[in-house]
């Protein structure tokens, strides 16, 4: 699922039928803002030098500078989207990192698919960098509660329950253990049996078959022992 924001875009081509053809295609796809037409090389770089530029669509074969060294002297924060009436171009179009290649004639459907693409990149892209959260949302006692990780002791499985101890008391949550085992970050918290996942920085003895977190005693089962003598030990 792609972003509600607009992508900036920019379309370059000396052919003014082209120029208008592109025109007409980025103000028939709502999640494009043009920025500015360009007929050649030279203007391009003028406005991916001044503005933050998404996508470019890019004719290779220009008087002057062709596309694929306007492409070649930009940064990879503008995706390229070469359009050529020469299909030769394409290898070397791919190895300048394009995310598609589009071959003129282009109708609006190759267009569209295209745009698809780069959008799939931009959405895959923010989701890898975006941060990870640093709380859980727990649903109880009619209520979302919105739990800093830090301030879970430890979570307690019964049957289609969980009970989440935290450093200000309880939460009741219809919750499976394995979904809340995969929102909790695996550097900080261990699955140490069956029933308990325990906050590592909260551990304060280790005993044979148990720790003590906080105050509590959690059984620990011997499949996990192991790993978990391993990960205290590093801390």
Not at 76 to 98: C, H, M, N, P, S
Not at 181 to 190: R, Y
């Amino acid at each position: 699922m792609y972003s509600n924001m607009k992508r900036t875009c920019i379309i370059v081509d000396d052919e003014p039928l082209a120029l208008a053809l592109l025109e007409e295609y980025v103000k028939r796809t709502p999640e494009l803002e043009l920025r500015a037409r360009c007929v050649n090389g030279t203007e391009a770089l003028e406005v991916l030098g001044r503005e933050r530029i998404d996508v470019a669509f890019l004719d290779i074969q220009m008087p002057g500078l062709s596309g694929l060294e306007v492409a070649h002297k930009v940064d990879g924060a503008t995706k390229f989207i070469f359009t050529t009436a020469f299909e030769q171009f394409a290898l070397e179009g791919f190895r300048a990192d394009a995310v598609d290649y589009l071959l003129k004639p282009i109708n609006y459907e190759e267009f569209r698919h295209a745009v698809d693409k780069v959008l799939s990149w931009f959405a895959t892209s923010e989701e890898q960098s975006a941060p990870s959260p640093r709380t859980l949302i727990v649903k109880a006692d009619y209520k979302q509660h919105v739990v800093p990780f830090e301030d879970i002791v430890f979570v307690k499985g019964e049957k289609d329950y969980v009970r989440i101890r935290t450093a200000e008391g309880e939460l009741k949550s219809l919750m499976s253990m394995r979904s809340v085992e995969e929102s909790l970050p695996s550097e900080m918290f261990q699955r140490v049996h069956r029933s308990y996942i325990v906050n590592l920085d909260k551990v304060k003895t280790i005993g044979r078959q148990q720790v003590v977190v906080e105050s509590d005693a959690i059984p620990v089962s011997d499949s996990y022992k192991e790993e978990l003598m391993r990960r205290l030990s590093n801390r």
